[in-house]
T-cell receptor, first 112, second 113 residues
Framework: DVKVTQSSRYLVKRTGEKVFLECVQD?????MFWYRQDPGLGLRLIYF???????EKGDIPEGYSVSREKKERFSLILESASTNQTSMYLC???????????FGPGTRLTVT | GQQLNQSPQSMFIQEGEDVSMNCTSS?????WLWYKQDPGEGPVLLIA?????ELTSNGRLTAQFGITRKDSFLNISASIPSDVGIYFC?????????????FGTGTKLQVIP
């Protein structure tokens, strides 16, 4: 079975803090994705990566950056957290050439 | 980005009833995917559709890839309490680059025992 793990299930941070969300997949997938999920808005793509050290902006990249130094790991960084970044963050991965994405359990981030 | 309209937004049904939900788009997709998200968890893939007109089942779930390639439907027969959750559709578009998909806004299903 594909396994995607995320470093924290729940996180509380203060406004202005730098926040790191980590995601690891164990299936040697080329593609990795970060989404945020908000009620009524579905899943919105923040960034994705199709290879080590490669990244592409999604639909809502503002206020976020990412890092992919190893194939299995994709990190989402909030340089200076703000209250409007309070959300559920979901990581996903997929093999090259396939649309089916496999999701981690999510990190519920609260910025106060 | 592309938009997927998913309906209904939410529904309450009695245990044992059948459920239908759908997803429509103004754009063509090459792949349609249906996911279920249990409360507090990440989405899990239920069914993947690859061809216009395709009808695929997974237990009590049946999904169809619309002929126009702009829509898809998911039916759940004889609902049970563990069907509770949010159901997302997702469309995969032609690879002009990389395997991104667009997600619908979700249908929240509640089952009354």
């Amino acid at each position: 079975d594909v396994k995607v793990t995320q470093s924290s299930r729940y996180l509380v941070k203060r406004t202005g803090e730098k926040v790191f969300l980590e995601c690891v997949q164990d299936m040697d997938h080329e593609n990795m994705f970060w989404y945020r999920q908000d009620p009524g808005l579905g899943l919105r793509l923040i960034y994705f990566s199709y290879d080590v050290k490669m990244k592409e902006k999604g639909d809502i990249p503002e206020g976020y950056s990412v890092s992919r130094e190893k194939k299995e790991r994709f990190s989402l960084i909030l340089e200076s957290a703000s209250t409007n970044q309070t959300s559920m963050y979901l990581c996903a991965s997929s093999p090259a050439g396939e649309d089916e994405q496999y999701f981690g359990p999510g990190t519920r981030l609260t910025v106060t | 980005g592309q938009q997927l309209n998913q309906s209904p937004q939410s529904m309450f049904i009695q245990e044992g009833e059948d459920v239908s939900m759908n997803c429509t788009s103004s754009s063509i997709f090459n792949t349609w995917l249906w996911y279920k998200q249990d409360p507090g968890e990440g989405p899990v893939l239920l069914i993947a559709l690859y061809k216009a007109g395709e009808l695929t089942s997974n237990g009590r779930l049946t999904a169809q890839f619309g002929i126009t390639r702009k829509d898809s439907f998911l039916n759940i027969s004889a609902s049970i309490p563990s069907d509770v959750g949010i159901y997302f559709c997702a469309g995969g578009y032609p690879p002009g680059g990389y395997q991104k998909v667009t997600f619908g806004t979700g249908t929240k299903l509640q089952v009354i025992p």
